[in-house]
């Protein structure tokens, strides 16, 4: 069997069309959603991706109130903006680009950012609402995944899903929202880890392979079973000569040999990537929506 190749660059241009029509009819109301988004310090891979976030931002019309400070900002100073961003009624959500550097405190940051806010999908109270089932912001790369998924068909009701990775920002809340009793749950979900004693045991068995875990070659094509729905969350930069910039990205998938068992997988680039921003978009406009009054 070869795969056929799940799209995320087509999955999420898609629902950026029908979320800027959603927009465009918001303004009509007087209604503009506003992103505030917080880069501290140089990381090349968080650079680029705020620059795509902006792009993708100004591209279906949500406001954006970017803020890029320096490496040694002080944690007074951060919090402040958190504050003066959950104080501004122009913005809807505040992310806060993650990780930040050495000797600030991510944890206390997050914490301080509204939870009504927070379209990250981060903040503990958030988390709490989402594993007991409760309305709230999903975390934008797993509802990016679980997007992916529905939107090719692939059925969640009681299938077997194996997790490669328990980061909170993936693993664990992917986990959770697979796992819970509606329609984008109801599957039968194995979290793996690097304790795991046999990976390959677990991922052989599984209708769906879910892999998160940052490193290349995590999952082969002897581990999966013919058939089986493959999802790589992995970016990884690996050394490449023949390129211009010295490196190119691969995922935690050997997609070439895996591609040629699984009957959907997704590319790196291209498959996880795209949905990410997307689901944030996303979540800035529920946020607005429900600001202005147009939710309950
Ligand atoms: N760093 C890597 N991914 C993310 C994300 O989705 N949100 C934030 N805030 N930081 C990140």
């Known amino acids: 069997m070869t795969a056929q190749i799940i799209d995320g660059k087509q999955v ?7 979320l800027k029509d959603e927009v465009a009819k918001l303004k009509e109301q007087g209604v503009v959603p506003g992103l505030g988004v917080v880069l501290v310090g140089e990381d090349p891979a968080s ?10 931002c100004e591209d279906i019309g949500i406001y954006s109130d970017d803020n890029r400070l320096q490496a040694d900002i002080s944690q007074e100073d951060l ?4 504050e003066k961003m959950n104080n501004d009624p122009k913005i809807n959500g505040i992310l806060v680009q993650l990780p930040l550097p050495k000797g600030l405190n991510e944890a206390e940051v997050l914490l301080a950012i509204d939870p009504a806010k927070d379209v990250d999908g981060f903040h503990p109270m958030n988390v709490g609402k989402m594993v007991v089932g409760e309305k ?21 009701e009681g299938a ?21 009793k509606n329609a984008t749950g109801n599957a039968t979900v194995t979290v793996c880890h690097t304790r795991t004693k046999d990976l390959a045991a677990h991922t052989k068995r599984a209708d769906i392979v879910i892999a998160a875990a940052g490193r290349p070659n995590t ?3 002897d581990m999966v079973k013919e058939g089986v729905v493959v999802i ?23 997609f070439e040999a895996v591609k040629e068992k699984a009957s959907f997988i997704t590319p790196v680039p291209g ?11 996303y979540n800035t406009v529920e946020s607005a929506k429900r600001a202005a009054g147009l939710l309950e």
């Open 12 to 18: 999420a241009a898609d629902m950026r069309a029908e």
């Open 47 to 56: 650079q680029s991706y705020v620059r795509a976030k902006e792009r993708a």
């Open 79 to 82: 919090m402040a903006l958190v």
């Open 136 to 156: 709230a912001f999903r975390p934008c790369t797993p509802h990016g995944v679980i997007q992916l998924l529905l939107r090719s068909g692939v059925t969640l």
């Open 160 to 180: 077997e899903v194996v997790i490669v990775g328990r980061s909170n920002i993936v693993g664990k809340p992917l986990a959770n929202m697979l796992s819970q």
């Open 219 to 221: 999952v082969t094509a």
């Open 232 to 254: 790589d969350v992995g970016v990884n930069r690996v050394e490449d000569a023949t390129k211009k910039r010295g490196y190119r990205l691969v995922g935690d998938v050997d």
């Open 271 to 281: 498959g996880v990537g795209p949905m990410t921003i997307t689901m944030l978009l």
